[in-house]
C-alpha cells in the first residue's frame, strides 16, 4: 500500500498510517521521509498503537542521505531516492517482530561534582522525592563558586554558595563523599554499581543507582605568557575577582586586561564563552570603587553574549577603552626598569600604544575537566575535540549523552554563566527522573546474539565491545551478551571471524536484500 504525505511526522498523517494499517491489514510499514535518528521512534510508536510490532517498521532516509546532500543534482537525486526506498522495501520484507526486555529501576542519582551544578541538580532530584549521591574530589562544596566575585546579573556567588551548601547538608535525601573519586562503574540504565574511592576514610564504598549526572566542571588555565608566574602584578580574570572583594575604596590603577589568553588559537580553537563578560563587569566594579581608574581591555572581539551587551556600552561610556588586536599581533609584556610595559598596536589610531599598567588581568581560557577522559571511559560516553563532554544531540537531546541513563550539566559540557549553569543542571535533573519515576526501563530490543553452534570463544568481540556487552563465558566456551548493556552497534558480528554473532534488526538476510535489490537496478 502507498502513500504521500507533505508532512508525514504530522499528527493527521500518523493518524492516516493507524487508518491505513487497520483498513488494509498491513504487516509491515516504510516511510520515505527523513532521519531515522530523530524520527524512528515517532513511526514505531504509531504502528505499535496500530498493532504492529514496533520492528516491524523501516524508514528510507531521503532527506538528511539525499536532497539535502544532492541539492544541486535534483535529477541524480531522485534517482538515488527511488534506489534507497526500494532497498527499504526489500529489508522490511525480511523485518521480524522484537522484543525489548524489561528492567526493574534503582530509583537513585549519582552526581559526580559538587559544584554549582552538581548540587542544582541533586537538590532537584532530592526534593522530588529520591535519593542522591554528591562526589566531589575536592574538601569542599561549590567548585567555582568559592573563586568567583558578584557577576553582571548581580549574582552574589558566596551567598548562592551558602544558600546551596547549608541545602545540601541539612537534605534527609542527599548524601555528600568530599575527597572521592569513582572508581569503577557497571552496569546499565537503571541499574548501575559504582565503586567511590574516599581518600577521607581511606575506604571504598559501592552505591547503586539508576541514573548519573556528569557535573564536574572546568577551570580557569595557567597562562604561560604575558610574565605570569614572574610578577605578582600579573594576575588572571579570577584573582582580579578575588582583589576586588577585597578592596576597601582602593584599587591599582592603571589596570590592562588582555583577553582570550590561550583561546581561540591553535589547539584551543573554542571561544571561553564568559571572560568577556567577567572583564567588562570587573571593569565597571572597578569603576564603582575607583571612578578615575584608567582600565584597558585588549581584545580581539568584544563577545558580551545576549543581553549583557549593554554592560559594553555602559563601560564605554565610563570610560573604559577597548583596543582591538588579531591573533597574529598579540600585546608584547616585559619589564621596564621594575615597571610593566604592554606594547599592542591599536588599528584605530594606526600606531603602537604603550601602557604601564599597576595590574595586568590576563582573561585565561577555560579548560575542559581534567578527569573528563577517565570518567568518559567508565560510563562510555562522548568528549567533543576540546575535552569537553559531547551530548547526544545539540537540539533534541542537549543534556543527555548517547549511553542511557547519563547526563551531563554545567561547565563539563562548556562555559557557560551562572543562570545557565542552573538551568542545564534543572534540565539534566528533569530528564533523569524521567527514568527515576519508573519501576522498569525498556532495553533496546535490536541487540547482538550469539550462533552457539559457531562461536570458537576466540574473545576478539570482548576485547572490541566498547560498552562491555560480551564475554567469552569460560565454562560453556562460548561468546554470551548481555542485552542489557548492548547498544546494538553490530561491531562484534562485523568481527567475528566465524560469522558467529548477528545483530537483531540487521541480520545477514536483511542486509543481502538490500544489496540485492540495488543490484537489481542497476
Given at each position: ?118 548540587m542544582t541538580a541533586a537538590l532537584t532530584i532530592a526534593d522530588a522525592g529520591f535519593e542522591a549521591f554528591i562526589v566531589e574530589k575536592s574538601g569542599r562544596l561549590g567548585g567555582n563558586l568559592l573563586r568567583l566575585g558578584r557577576t553582571a546579573e548581580g549574582i552574589e556567588p558566596r551567598a548562592l554558595l551558602a544558600e546551596l551548601e547549608s541545602r545540601v547538608r541539612s537534605h534527609k535525601r542527599i548524601k555528600v563523599f568530599l575527597e572521592a573519586e569513582i572508581e569503577k562503574v557497571e552496569g546499565f540504565v537503571g541499574n548501575f554499581k559504582t565503586t567511590i574511592k574516599d581518600h577521607r576514610q581511606d575506604a571504598c564504598a559501592t552505591i547503586e543507582h539508576g541514573v548519573a549526572i556528569l557535573a564536574v566542571g572546568a577551570g580557569e588555565s595557567k597562562p604561560r605568557e604575558y610574565l605570569f608566574g614572574e610578577d605578582p602584578r600579573v594576575v588572571t580574570l579570577l584573582d582580579f575577582e578575588a582583589e576586588l572583594e577585597r578592596a576597601d575604596g582602593a584599587v591599582p590603577s592603571p589596570i590592562v586586561m ?265
Amino acid at each position: 500500500m502507498r502513500g504521500d504525505s507533505l508532512y508525514t511526522c504530522s499528527q493527521d498523517s500518523q493518524e492516516r498510517i493507524r487508518r491505513l494499517i487497520a483498513e488494509h491489514q498491513l504487516n509491515r510499514v516504510v516511510v520515505a521521509s527523513c532521519s531515522p535518528r530523530t524520527h524512528e521512534p515517532l513511526f514505531q510508536e504509531t504502528i505499535r498503537q496500530a498493532g504492529l510490532n514496533r520492528h516491524l517498521f523501516e524508514m528510507a532516509n531521503i532527506r538528511d542521505q539525499c536532497s539535502w546532500v544532492h541539492q544541486g543534482e535534483p535529477a541524480a537525486a531522485t534517482d538515488k531516492a527511488k534506489d534507497l526506498v526500494r532497498m527499504a522495501v526489500a529489508r522490511a520484507r525480511c523485518l521480524e517482530p522484537l522484543y525489548p526486555q524489561w528492567l526493574p529501576v534503582t530509583r537513585r542519582a549519582l552526581v559526580i561534582g559538587g559544584g554549582l551544578a552538581g548540587m542544582t541538580a541533586a537538590l532537584t532530584i532530592a526534593d522530588a522525592g529520591f535519593e542522591a549521591f554528591i562526589v566531589e574530589k575536592s574538601g569542599r562544596l561549590g567548585g567555582n563558586l568559592l573563586r568567583l566575585g558578584r557577576t553582571a546579573e548581580g549574582i552574589e556567588p558566596r551567598a548562592l554558595l551558602a544558600e546551596l551548601e547549608s541545602r545540601v547538608r541539612s537534605h534527609k535525601r542527599i548524601k555528600v563523599f568530599l575527597e572521592a573519586e569513582i572508581e569503577k562503574v557497571e552496569g546499565f540504565v537503571g541499574n548501575f554499581k559504582t565503586t567511590i574511592k574516599d581518600h577521607r576514610q581511606d575506604a571504598c564504598a559501592t552505591i547503586e543507582h539508576g541514573v548519573a549526572i556528569l557535573a564536574v566542571g572546568a577551570g580557569e588555565s595557567k597562562p604561560r605568557e604575558y610574565l605570569f608566574g614572574e610578577d605578582p602584578r600579573v594576575v588572571t580574570l579570577l584573582d582580579f575577582e578575588a582583589e576586588l572583594e577585597r578592596a576597601d575604596g582602593a584599587v591599582p590603577s592603571p589596570i590592562v586586561m588582555i583577553q582570550c589568553v590561550g583561546s581561540r588559537e591553535q589547539g584551543h580553537r573554542y571561544c571561553s564563552r564568559v571572560c568577556c563578560t567577567a572583564a567588562v563587569n570587573n571593569a565597571l566594579r572597578t569603576k564603582q570603587i575607583h571612578p578615575d581608574a584608567e582600565i584597558y581591555i585588549l581584545c580581539r572581539d568584544v563577545r558580551t553574549y545576549g543581553f549583557y551587551e549593554k554592560l559594553y556600552r555602559e563601560a564605554r561610556e565610563q570610560g573604559v577603552i577597548f583596543v582591538r588586536y588579531d591573533e597574529h599581533t598579540k600585546p608584547r609584556v616585559r619589564s621596564d626598569n621594575g615597571r610593566l610595559r604592554v606594547e599592542v598596536f591599536d588599528p584605530v589610531l594606526g600606531r603602537e600604544l604603550i601602557l604601564h599598567p599597576q595590574r595586568l588581568v590576563l582573561g585565561a581560557r577555560i579548560d575542559a575537566p581534567e578527569d573528563g577522559e577517565v570518567l568518559a571511559q567508565h560510563f562510555k560516553v562522548p568528549r567533543n575535540e576540546d575535552g569537553f563532554f559531547l551530548e547526544a544531540h545539540v537540539k533534541l537531546r542537549p543534556v543527555d549523552f548517547a549511553t542511557e541513563g547519563v547526563f551531563v550539566a554545567g561547565m563539563a559540557h562548556g562555559p557557560k554563566p551562572i543562570r545557565a549553569t542552573m538551568a542545564q543542571a534543572r534540565a539534566a535533573a528533569a530528564r533523569a527522573m524521567t527514568v527515576l519515576v519508573r519501576e522498569h526501563v525498556e532495553a533496546p530490543a535490536a541487540v547482538s546474539y550469539v550462533l552457539a553452534n559457531r562461536c570458537m570463544a576466540c574473545g576478539q568481540c570482548e576485547t572490541l565491545c566498547a560498552f562491555g556487552a560480551i564475554a567469552v563465558d569460560a565454562a560453556k566456551n562460548i561468546a554470551v551478551v548481555n542485552e542489557a548493556l548492548c547498544k546494538g552497534c553490530g561491531a562484534c558480528a562485523a568481527s567475528c571471524r566465524s560469522h558467529a554473532i548477528t545483530v537483531r534488526g540487521a541480520t545477514d538476510a536483511q542486509i543481502w536484500a538490500m544489496i540485492e535489490a540495488f543490484a537489481e537496478a542497476e
